[in-house]
């Protein structure tokens, strides 16, 4: 599907330079003199290399069509998590690497969205918000002030992130699957 270079916005996937590439930054620039232009910063699926390119706002580029369907995680192996369509019980296997630091949130039967182009698995998408435990964390320090007053964790499942002082070591907490923050206590 044709798009114009304007319409460019961060995560969208395209295809460009015969490749798939996944937009990180994107800045629309009208100087004052000249044509208008975004400045897209793009990362290849396939070969993990980064592109800065430059799009005239007349430009089209063509966005990459896909189809989003629905699994349950069932388990993984050292290579891979393997997932399972709940309405075909078909079953799938997605390379660890693709799914990354967040292949540590998946936990039996959480149900997620694959997303395919041409049949090949491109990325995962975890629901917005999951529950873990918090394994450890450090002892609060008095007299820290409320801006900075964060603190190291570690979950049950190996992730590091920062909680509130208040949080304690076999707490229950839920966390942003997309930033991998703290959003409150259970």
Known sequence: ?????????????????????QVLKTQHVKPGKGG????????????????NE??????????????????NFLYEDENNYFFMNPKSFEQIEIKKNIIGEKGKLLTENLEVT???????????ELPNQITCKIETTDAAL???TVSSSYKPAVL???????????IEADDEIVIDTRNLEYIKKI
């Open 1 to 21: 599907m044709k798009i114009n270079a304007g319409e460019i916005r961060v995560g969208m996937l395209l295809e460009y330079k015969n490749d798939l590439w």
């Open 114 to 124: 694959v997303s395919f182009h041409d049949n090949t698995p491109i990325s995962v």
């Open 36 to 51: 208008a232009f975004a400045q897209v910063e793009m990362k290849s699926l396939s070969k993990n290399t980064k592109l």
């Open 142 to 144: 008095k007299g820290q």
């Open 54 to 71: 430059r799009f005239r706002s007349s430009e089209t580029v063509e966005k990459a069509s896909l189809e989003e369907i629905n699994y």
């Open 156 to 166: 049950d499942n190996g992730l590091n992130i920062l909680v509130p002082p208040f």
